[in-house]
T-cell receptor, first 112, second 115 residues
């Protein structure tokens, strides 16, 4: 059974720091991995999707890497800002239109 | 539309009452997914559809929960005889293969409170 774990569960940092959020999964036979952001009381915003054949994806200050063989992904946030404060979730899919299996998220607080 | 729409935003039901939630996928998306988010961000997959056909229902509770996606209508998730433990936020997502991706796009959710 695929399980997804995210470390740390919570993180509080001063503005400007570079951050690394970690995601691990138990079954390396994934199809893709998505990173999401969730603001309190809101839905999910997709940040990055990495296909199993890819090693990384970048969008602005965000960079996500994938090491499928070791069952790990990291989300790197450069020069963090208070507006980055949210919960970050990673989710894996075992097939193109298969369900997403989520981690429990990392709650990030960036203070001025 | 360009976004997944969910209604209502909030729903309050007494224990034992029926609850019905609606989801309009992004236009052109043929796959619809329902997820339940309970405390501490735990997301649980419920069911998915390819057009009006059930694609995967492995997460769907066998009793009390049902779902439909009918042509030219919003998809729906119905809970008969709600229980306290059904209190959660229910998210709908839609997907369609595009540019090599099967990205799922999520709606804003429906918060169900069972009292």
């Amino acid at each position: 059974k695929q399980e997804v774990t995210q470390i740390p569960a919570a993180l509080s940092v001063p503005e400007g720091e570079n951050l690394v959020l970690n995601c691990s999964f138990t079954d390396s036979a994934i199809y893709n991995l998505q990173w999401f952001r969730q603001d309190p009381g809101k839905g999910l915003t997709s940040l990055l999707l990495i296909q199993s054949s890819q090693r990384e994806q970048t969008s602005g200050r965000l960079n996500a890497s994938l090491d499928k063989s070791s069952g790990r992904s990291t989300l790197y946030i450069a020069a963090s800002q208070p507006g980055d404060s949210a919960t970050y979730l990673c989710a894996v899919s075992l097939g193109g239109y298969n369900k997403l299996i989520f981690g429990a998220g990392t709650r990030l607080a960036v203070h001025p | 539309g360009e976004e997944v729409a969910q209604t209502p935003k909030h729903l309050v039901r007494g224990e034992g009452q029926k609850a019905k939630l609606y989801c309009a996928p992004i236009k052109g998306h043929s796959y619809v997914f329902w997820y339940q988010q309970v405390l501490k961000n735990e997301f649980k997959f419920l069911i998915s559809f390819q057009n009006e056909n059930v694609f995967d229902e492995t997460g769907m509770p066998k009793e009390r929960f049902s779902a439909k996606c009918l042509p030219n209508s919003p998809c729906s998730l119905e809970i008969q005889a709600t229980k306290l433990e059904d209190s959660a936020v229910y998210f709908c997502a839609s997907s369609q293969y595009s540019s090599g991706d099967y990205e799922q796009y999520f709606g804003p959710g429906t918060r169900l409170t069972v009292t």
